[in-house]
């Protein structure tokens, strides 16, 4: 490295990390990535206290069975439901009453079984929250095993042995990979979101430090300053090479510190298993990170030395970032099918595939020369888009007033 590119190169690096926002941004990146990996978890394990519910019957016949049903319910171990002791009063009246207790928090809701509830299989359920959908559907499940037992004693049949032959299937999911067997609970699927969205969002937020860098530096005529001495090749590297560095230095923070909380919460919380960090897969966290952010920095920096104004940079800066937006819309059919045509295909092209590739490498790891084609394939994709930004730099980087037309830049690039 030539001492004016290094200095280029050291200038942006320190002008950044030295920055608020970069600090705040390196310690609040690892917080927010543990909270998205641990809240869940805790979500998952801990409940609100039980709903504490009545039963107004109108059949006269049910409330005894469901108010035993719904106290020996159960989600993850533990009762969902305090009933209240019901009375022997109208069930019209009971409901008023009971309206007003709701109304009054002195009971969270009630359970309202019409007269032809085994015949219709219907039941209303009032209460002041009703998106609580897990407990609800408990009840919904616990009432209708009640009603279903009815209708099977009406009709000669044991319940007890139809609810024993017709018990639901109680599947889990155990990923196996070269580490051995590890139960998984959807935590591999939060976690590949988790890490893709960072990645989307560090690769922009990182490009677009460089068209910024790039306009400011033009609006502020400091680049003719610079432009006398250096190259303007070497002026596109360094400063790519150090917002670069800057980004790379705060996502090597975010990557240890990723590793540092998978390895806390290796054993999991409670009954929830918490997902697997290999070390490939943080390698590829980190090299996808750099990878895409080389392609979109030469871009970036393109179109910020076509345009004057930031305002103006919109209009060229979107059709670079459709191979990544294109990128983020495919990837529920990757997580659908990681080995499938569409997910092989999209992961080999650059600009697409530091988020595919990296999205398959979590979910289900791609044989090794898949991988290798797809970063060899990017670096290639690099090399091409920094050759056409160098072109474009070294004439739009001098040149102010009226925005260029894209067949103006298309002449930069074939005659620069």
Request: charged share 15%.
């Amino acid at each position: 490295m030539s001492a004016k590119l290094w200095a280029i190169v050291k200038r942006e690096y320190i002008e950044r990390v030295r920055t608020k926002a970069f600090v705040i941004g390196t310690i609040l990146g690892p917080l927010m990535m543990a909270a998205m990996m641990i809240v869940p978890a805790l979500a998952a394990r801990s409940k609100s206290k039980p709903l504490r519910v009545a039963v107004v019957d109108a059949t006269g016949e049910l409330r005894e069975a469901v108010e035993t049903a719904l106290r020996e319910a159960r989600v993850d171990g533990r009762a969902r439901f305090d009933v209240q002791p019901g009375g022997a009063i109208a069930p019209e009246t009971a409901e008023v009453q009971l309206k007003q207790a709701v109304l009054q928090k002195n009971i969270d809701g009630y359970l309202a079984l019409p007269a032809d509830a085994v015949a219709t299989a219907s039941a209303s359920y009032f209460g002041r929250n009703v998106t609580n959908r897990i407990d609800l559907r408990t009840m919904e499940r616990t009432v209708s095993a009640v009603l279903v037992s009815r209708r099977l004693a009406s009709a000669g049949l044991d319940p007890t042995k139809v609810k024993d032959m017709t018990r639901e299937l109680d599947m889990k999911t155990i990923r196996l990979s070269e580490q051995g067997e590890r139960e998984d609970q959807g935590a591999a699927t939060i976690l590949a979101l988790i890490l893709l969205m960072i990645l989307y969002a560090s690769i922009l937020i990182w490009g677009q430090a460089v068209l910024t860098s790039v306009i400011e530096e033009k609006t502020s005529r400091v680049v003719e300053v610079m432009a006398a001495g250096v190259p303007s090749t070497t002026l596109l590297l360094g400063k790519m090479l150090g917002v670069g560095s800057a980004g790379l230095t705060q996502f090597l923070a975010w990557a240890l510190s990723l590793l540092g909380v998978s390895l806390a919460a290796a054993g999991g919380i409670g009954s929830f298993s918490m997902p697997e960090i290999t070390p490939l897969m943080l390698v590829s966290f980190v090299l996808f990170f750099l990878l895409g952010f080389l392609f979109y920095a030469a871009l970036y920096a393109a179109v910020g030395a076509s345009v004057n104004t930031v305002q103006e940079a919109q209009g060229l800066a979107f059709p670079i970032m459709l191979p990544i937006i294109l990128a983020m819309v495919s990837f529920p059919a990757v997580l659908e099918a990681p080995e499938g045509p569409l997910a092989v295909t999209v992961s080999m092209i650059p600009g697409m595939s530091p988020l595919i590739m990296f999205l398959r490498i979590v979910v289900l790891t791609p044989p090794l020369w898949q991988i290798a084609l797809s970063i060899a394939l990017l670096v290639l994709g690099i090399l091409a888009v920094v050759w056409i930004a160098a072109r474009v730099y070294r004439v739009g980087i001098l040149m102010y007033g009226k925005r260029p037309t894209f067949p103006e830049i298309v002449r930069w690039v074939r005659h620069g």
